[in-house]
């Protein structure tokens, strides 16, 4: 059954489309959804019905008619979650290692979208019962992710992403010294012509990609890079750091095979998303969300160095960014 939802104009909102407003005020429904309500005289103002496009005005009284939200097919699962930040429109994760973003084959469930569903029950894109997944983290990548609450909330946060008006700054563990010790790879990343479950930075038809690096620590046959992306292509920054002749470590895909045992055991790709920065949806001011470096990097840098010099500089406050 509807749910019948009354909503006042106030000044603010007077001279604004219905549609617009109406995306502003009821914020779980996308610009399509409310759009199809109008046309399908679901939504009322002064107790009429209007259809197309019409401009409110203060004091006028709209009912709207929202229909019950409906599942996407996600079961809720009780998985621990990190989480960095939350409010009315977004929540913030510092997601582990081994999580898998959403479900996709071999992956039905377990995942974060899974766990979201269960720690924000209303969570509501669209009239569907899911998270806004804006961006994602390949599975053994750990650090800052940003889901949306509401359909408003992921549509300005999809454009963001789209228009590159976020800053995303990784920390990676390399093989060897890359020279110079600061610089920007600009190479065109596509499917692998030999294999496509990979990607690849000498492909013709790939797309345009750029990623700036900084050295922050020499570890021996190791460095600690702070690495920046501008673009957003898929493994960019393991296919980037590999074709420059200076693999993540741990990088099953893209790594070379050591001809040097590591320091400590390592079972993944040793890349970590440390800081985010957007727009947040409802004050159009920028956020910047930190996830300090997981266990396994920690491990990895003190055992490359005496414990009274193994803290990295980018866990000062206000440490160097690119």
């Known amino acids: 059954m509807n749910a019948i939802r009354q909503l006042s104009v106030s000044l603010d909102g007077a001279g604004m489309r219905l549609d617009t407003w109406l995306i502003r005020e009821v914020r ?16 009322r103002v002064n107790g009429h019905t209007v259809i197309g496009r019409h401009h409110i005005r203060a004091g006028e009284q709209i009912e709207i008619e929202v229909p019950p939200p409906v599942s996407a097919g996600l079961k809720a699962q009780s998985i621990p979650l990190d989480i960095l930040h939350e409010d009315a429109d977004i929540i913030v994760i510092n997601k582990p290692p081994g999580l898998v973003v959403h479900p996709a084959c071999g992956h039905a469930d377990g995942t974060l979208a ?40 992921l549509a300005i946060l999809a454009r963001q992403f789209r228009r590159r008006d976020v800053r995303k700054e990784y920390l990676a563990l390399v093989w060897g010294r890359p020279d110079p010790t600061e610089g920007t790879i600009e190479m065109p990343i596509g499917r692998d012509a030999a294999d496509p479950l990979k990607m690849s930075a000498s492909t013709p038809a790939g797309r345009p990609a750029t990623t700036h690096y900084l050295s922050e620590q020499s570890l021996g046959a190791w460095t600690l ?82 414990a009274s010099t193994a803290t990295p500089i980018m866990e000062k406050p206000g440490g160097t960014s690119l």
Request: net charge positive; glycine share 6%; proline share 7%.
């Open 114 to 153: 899974n766990a979201l569903i269960h720690w924000c029950p209303d969570m509501i894109i669209g009239n569907e019962i899911r998270p806004g997944l804006v961006h994602r983290l390949d599975r053994d990548t750990s650090g800052v992710l940003v889901a949306a609450k509401n359909a408003r909330a």
């Open 225 to 306: 890079l702070r690495v920046r992306l501008e673009t957003g292509r898929m493994h960019q920054i393991r296919v980037h750091l590999a074709h420059i002749g200076h693999p993540v470590v741990g990088d099953r895909v893209y790594g070379l095979i050591p001809t040097r045992a590591v320091p400590v055991s390592v079972d993944r790709q040793m890349l970590h998303a440390h800081r985010l920065r957007i727009r947040h949806p409802s004050t159009n001011d920028y956020q910047e969300f930190t996830a300090p470096l997981p266990d396994d990097m920690r491990m990895f840098i003190a055992s490359c160095k005496p």
């Open 28 to 43: 779980v429904l996308s610009r399509g959804h409310i759009r199809k309500l109008i046309h399908a005289g679901r939504v």
